[in-house]
């Protein structure tokens, strides 16, 4: 467990923000550097079949230490971090014994890290906390499951009186933009399941996500000199306006949580000939999520009727709710409940309100349920992880390993 702490130190100082704009994978060069040196660290620590392919996809086996079969399992964490907030330079810093007051994080600038503002540091003190120096984001997300997927390793390969069977581990790159889980090699990976460590504070189990489609609405227009326009001109911003306006205004990100979905503005542009809207769709329960879909054609279908045949509506599916997959095998995130409960750590199960890897993963074969990492404050300065929490999730991958082994008589 002492190389935990130094072990994410180290991949967090190495920048591997992704980029959405690239068409290349990985995205950015730059995460290469920490692929080479996650391999090199596998073979170190006594890994089997330690592979990279060409899209930088590490994959690697802890084989299994027992003579008889039991489930195939694996642990997946991503190499990249966002492109939302700077990655170069991080410097993160230790906070021992944490007294539960302000962390001034960079005095120059005045950065600070408040309770007051983030009270879930108060659950923390006495703890080591590692924040950033308020110049960059920390990349807790997801270093720290790297780093803890890699101890937990090391722990059972120094540990062969736990009992486990086959486990493989995997390193993406690219899941902050929504590619991590594109060129993952399911049939090579051979796990019966696995779980992404991924989530945010100790405890955080999830297996369910959103149901995503983004849709395109573009109007076209007809431009006409205003003052002889009466029954001639369509103007395409107006209709923009007016097909907005038969949205239900409190389902929108800012009036919804929990299990509540929403549509999603989040750019218009437009002149009186043309106008374009992008918004995107999110809702837990399928039939709600195709409803919503539904009622963006019949928008469109009644604005057509009363302007003529000027608005064209694409709509495009993204993920789905990866809860349909997971249920089916619903041992796999008993399993995880189990092992953090026996470790003292008690469950906190919520639906994602996004999407993740593990939820691409489980339609592509591979159900996939997300753990905490221990992270808090993604994407962004203000990102920092308790010590202790790392290190509790290194028991909690140790004790799945040892859980799945257990139940097969
Ligand atoms: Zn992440």
């Not at 006594?46 to 195939?72: C, F, R």
């Not at 045949?309 to 694409?314: E, N």
């Not at 995130?333 to 750590?345: C, D, N, P, Y």
Request: glycine fraction near 8%; proline fraction near 5%; charge should be negative.
């Amino acid at each position: 467990m002492e190389k935990l702490l130094p072990r994410f130190l180290e991949y967090a100082t190495i920048d591997t923000q992704s980029d959405p704009y690239s068409k290349t994978t990985p995205s950015t060069e730059k995460q290469w550097a920490l692929a080479k040196k996650l391999v090199m660290e596998l073979h170190q620590i006594g890994m089997q079949e330690v592979s990279i392919d060409e899209n930088a996809y590490i994959m690697a086996t802890l084989p299994s230490n027992l003579d008889k079969k039991v489930p195939v399992i694996g642990f997946i964490s991503h190499m990249d971090t966002s492109p939302d907030f700077s990655g170069k330079n991080v410097k993160p810093q230790l906070i021992k014994n944490y007294d539960g007051k302000d962390i001034v994080l960079n005095k120059k600038k005045n950065i600070v890290l408040s309770p007051d503002y983030f009270e879930d540091l108060l659950q923390y003190q006495g703890q080591t906390l590692i924040t950033t120096d308020g110049s960059t984001l920390l990349g807790a997300d997801d270093k720290a499951g790297i780093a803890e997927i890699i101890t937990a390793m090391e722990h059972l390969v120094n540990h062969p009186e736990i009992k486990h069977g086959e486990i493989r581990v995997a390193f993406t790159p690219d899941e902050e933009i929504g590619r991590g889980a594109h060129k993952f090699d399911v049939k090579k990976f051979g796990a019966d399941w696995a779980y992404t460590m991924d989530g945010s504070q100790v405890g955080e189990l999830e297996f369910e996500n959103f149901n995503a489609a983004r849709a395109t609405i573009t109007i076209k227009g007809k431009s006409v000199h205003p003052g002889y326009a009466k029954g001639k001109m369509v103007n395409a911003v107006g209709i923009a306006n007016e097909f907005l306006s038969l949205l239900p205004p409190r389902e929108v990100p800012e009036h919804t949580q929990d299990r509540e979905g929403f549509f999603h503005v989040h750019k218009i542009k437009g002149e009186i000939e043309h106008a374009e809207i992008e918004l995107i769709v999110r809702d837990h329960d399928l039939v709600h999520f195709e409803a919503r879909k539904q009622l963006l054609q019949d928008i469109q279908r009644k604005i057509s009727k009363k302007h003529g045949d000027c608005i064209v509506l694409d709509i495009e599916d993204q993920y789905r709710n990866m809860r349909e997959k997971v249920e089916p095998v619903f041992h796999i995130v008993e399993i995880a409940k189990e092992a953090m409960e026996s470790l003292g750590i008690e469950p906190i199960i919520k639906p994602i309100r996004g999407g993740t890897d593990g939820s691409q993963l489980s339609f592509m074969g591979l159900p996939c349920p997300n753990i905490f990492a221990g992270g808090h404050n993604f994407h962004g300065k203000y990102e920092y992880i308790p010590l202790e929490s790392m290190e509790k999730a290194v028991m909690v991958i140790v004790k799945i390993c040892a859980l799945t082994a257990e139940q097969i008589k």
